[in-house]
């Protein structure tokens, strides 16, 4: 089973596809994880992320979906993958759909996570103030001016994949807004239907 978990930064994914990867034995994909894994490394490729990322930009759809497809190769994604900040755009979307195909795979639903932008920004502050009390890291794209950068991105490059997928039939809404516990029930509602 392949899944998308699509919504703008701050809108839960990543907290959404920990649980479906417990509960369905998937595996999740954050892109974003794996451009911070290779800044971490200090790679080549990091080394060219990184100020993209912190300005709330794109990394380009090549570098993207070579990354991809490589990753989906390996072992650990043999029973499905939870895709989470890919793709972000149609040519992502589209390089996706190629890559299932090939392999004799679809995608069984694209899940989008709706929230309302001002109370992103207000869980954003909320979580850098948290972070910053327990002496923790903060991203470099974790400030407000980045994400509202990033949503303005979202609005206009990620967005329309929305009717793409509506198009193809696959795109179930969810209310973002609600408790974990809430928006994980709406989830399994649409993956056990
Ligand atoms: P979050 O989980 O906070 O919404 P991500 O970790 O998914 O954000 O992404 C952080 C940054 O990494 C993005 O702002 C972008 O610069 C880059 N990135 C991640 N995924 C992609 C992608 N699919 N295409 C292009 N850039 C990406």
Redesign the pocket.
């Known amino acids: 089973m392949n899944i998308i978990l699509l919504g703008?930064?701050?809108?839960g994914?990543?907290t959404q596809a920990k649980k479906l990867e417990e509960k369905y034995g998937l595996k999740q994909l954050?892109?974003?994880?794996m451009?911070?894994a290779e800044i971490a490394a200090g790679s080549e490729l990091g080394l060219k992320?990184k100020s993209?990322?912190d300005g709330?930009?794109?990394?380009?759809?090549d570098i993207?979906i070579g990354m991809i497809e490589n990753r989906i190769e390996q072992d650990d994604c043999a029973k499905g993958v939870i895709f989470?900040?890919?793709?972000?755009?149609v040519p992502?979307a589209e390089a996706l759909d190629k890559m299932l195909a090939a392999k004799g795979h679809s995608l069984k639903s694209v899940i989008h996570l709706v929230v309302d932008e001002e109370a992103l920004v207000g869980r954003l502050n909320n979580r850098i103030a948290e972070m910053k009390a327990a002496g923790q890291e903060i991203?470099g794209?974790d400030n407000e001016d980045t994400l509202r950068e990033?949503l303005k991105?979202f609005r206009d490059q990620t967005a329309p994949i929305i009717p793409y997928y509506k198009g193809k039939n696959m795109l179930a809404e969810v209310d973002g807004m609600g408790s974990i516990d809430g928006v994980e029930a709406q989830i399994d509602a649409i993956l056990t239907a």
């Open positions: 703008p930064p701050g809108a994914k990543g954050s892109t974003g994880d451009l911070r992320a993209i990322m709330g930009h794109l990394i380009s759809d993207i989470d900040g890919f793709p972000r755009t992502q991203r794209d990033r991105v």
